[in-house]
């Protein structure tokens, strides 16, 4: 049941049509887990703790330096030095302090363990760390919502392939080659924090859309239209440049070693 404050703190989302109060209880159930507190993870964080995603974790063993800051934007300028997500475990926390977060000072790898998380934001900014986060999550049927971007465009990919067969996983999407493993990144090829909140904002609202039809939320008579289409088969893609958003099918890669 939500309480006095809570009713107030969430007015806004619960008098939507299809989410009301219990539709708030489940979002407040969720525990979540944000694998980099950086220029995606910082919106994340913020947004899911703003929501009432009542249980985050963050994941960063970095620290802050002043070329983080365009986009960034938990962390501020006399920060310079602490660890990315002990700063925005504190900023989520300001935001709203009626939820549990924690940082680890860690780095994601093949042995994390990820049992006792609902939802994984993918929100690194490498290529290596993608494929071994999709792969766990797989493994222990997770919802995982990978973003990315560099300069003027992200991605989104609503991840479901642990949760059912037929939905490809982040490896069917992007296989390993030779070519993929370049090391193209914010650091090398540059972004505005402007499109890092973007794709971040996408992000979590597909971890709202999707965590509410996972746990069969269906408000009896009403007609749940934000519910009825996943994006698991999707790549959805945000050009900045042109102000386009694009969503292309995706297919299951039937000799996926992940994901088969
Ligand atoms: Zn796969």
Not at 3 to 20: A, K, M, N, T
Not at 41 to 64: H, K, Q, S, T
Not at 242 to 249: D, G, P, R, T, V
Request: glycine share 6%.
């Amino acid at each position: 049941m939500l309480d006095e404050q809570d009713l107030i703190r969430y007015s806004r989302q619960v008098i939507i049509p299809d989410i009301e109060e219990q539709g708030q209880e489940i979002l407040i159930a969720q525990k979540i887990l944000i694998v980099g507190a950086g220029g995606l993870g910082c919106p994340v964080g913020l947004y899911c703790a703003a929501a009432g995603f009542g249980n985050i974790e963050i994941w960063d063993n970095d620290n802050i330096e002043l070329s983080n800051l365009n986009r960034q934007i938990a962390h501020q300028t006399n920060e310079i030095g602490l660890n990315k997500a002990k700063s925005l475990e504190k900023k989520c926390l300001q935001v709203n302090s009626s939820i549990n977060v924690k940082s680890r000072d860690i780095v994601f790898n093949e042995k994390s363990d990820v049992k006792k998380f609902d939802i994984i934001f993918d929100c690194t900014d490498n290529i290596e760390a993608r494929y071994k986060i999709n792969k766990l999550a797989h493994q222990n049927k997770k919802l995982l919502i990978s973003g990315s971007a560099t300069q003027f465009e992200g991605q989104v990919l609503v991840i479901k392939s642990g949760l059912n067969k037929k939905y490809p996983c982040y490896e069917c999407v992007f296989p390993k080659t030779s070519e993929n493993n370049v090391d193209f990144n914010c650091r090398n090829a540059g972004i505005l924090g402007s499109i890092t909140s973007f794709i971040a904002s996408i992000q979590v609202t597909e971890a709202i859309r999707e965590i509410l039809k996972l746990n069969k939320h269906n408000i009896e008579g009403k007609n749940n239209f934000y519910l009825q289409k996943s994006n698991a088969e999707y790549l959805i893609l945000y050009d900045g440049s042109l102000q386009e958003i694009n969503k292309i099918k995706l297919n299951k890669n039937l000799n996926c070693d992940t994901c088969n």
